[in-house]
């Protein structure tokens, strides 16, 4: 049974930097792509990132290229969200995201919620 | 780059059959494939339907997916309506350069 727990969300000032966490269980963590959604309260899904499985390739969203990564550790079956320059209109839930491919999001965790305030 | 839009709102009775458009705006809907996620109040997204019309191990068959390239869309088609089915539905597609696109969503509404 796919397990995808997200950690890391709160709450940061404008400009400042937060990394999300995503610890996964229930299947072979390294042989997957994993993928980074958000949803602003109230509003629709975004998607935002998405590694290859070996961690060689990774894509953004147009919205925070350049200012969030995406890497993982597959000796801790871990992938993270790395935010930097952060911005109001961040303010999101975060699920992490098992993928099918790159392209097929699958398996959702419950979500962290990241709030960007001053 | 395209989108992909759906209506905001649906509503119908429990027992009979909506249907949920996901309009594509550019290139053909057939170009990649088109998955629908469900998401019920205060829950994460579930997969429903994946590559325009397989179904996921555990989900109903009243649940159906298609897409239609005369109208350059994917639908979703939910039989036998039950309350639980009230929740928000999200097409998702991509591009060649491996974007991945939600549509703004549906919020279906079981009277």
């Known amino acids: 049974q796919v397990q995808l727990v997200e950690s890391g969300g709160g709450v940061v000032q404008p400009g400042r930097s937060l990394r999300l966490s995503c610890a996964a269980s229930g299947f072979t963590f390294s042989t997957f792509a994993m993928h980074w959604v958000r949803q602003a309260p109230g509003k629709g899904l975004e998607w935002v990132a998405v590694i290859s499985y070996e961690g060689r390739d990774d894509y953004y969203a147009d919205s925070v290229k350049g200012r969030f990564t995406i890497s993982r550790d597959n000796s801790k079956n871990t992938v993270y969200l790395q935010m930097n320059s952060l911005r109001t209109e961040d303010t999101a839930v975060y699920y992490c995201v098992k993928g099918v491919s790159m392209v097929q999001p699958e398996s959702w965790g419950q979500g962290t919620l990241v709030t960007v305030s001053s | ?111």
């Not at chain 2, 088109?34 to 989900?59: A, M, N």
């Not at chain 2, 928000?88 to 597609?93: A, G, H, I």
Request: aromatic letters at 10%; proline letters at 6%.
């Open chain 2, 1 to 111: 780059n395209f989108m992909l839009t759906q209506p905001h709102s649906v509503s119908e009775s429990p027992g009979k059959t909506v249907t949920i458009s996901c309009t594509r705006s550019s290139g053909s809907v057939a170009d990649s494939y088109v998955q629908w996620y469900q998401q019920r109040p205060g829950s994460s997204p579930t997969s429903l339907i994946f590559e325009d019309s397989e179904r996921p191990s555990g989900v109903p068959d009243r649940f159906s997916g298609s897409i239609d390239s005369s109208s350059n869309s994917a639908s979703l088609t939910i039989s036998g309506l039950k309350p639980e089915d009230e929740a928000d539905y999200y097409c998702q597609s991509y591009d060649t350069t491996n974007h991945v696109v939600f549509g703004g969503g549906t919020k279906l509404t079981v009277l």
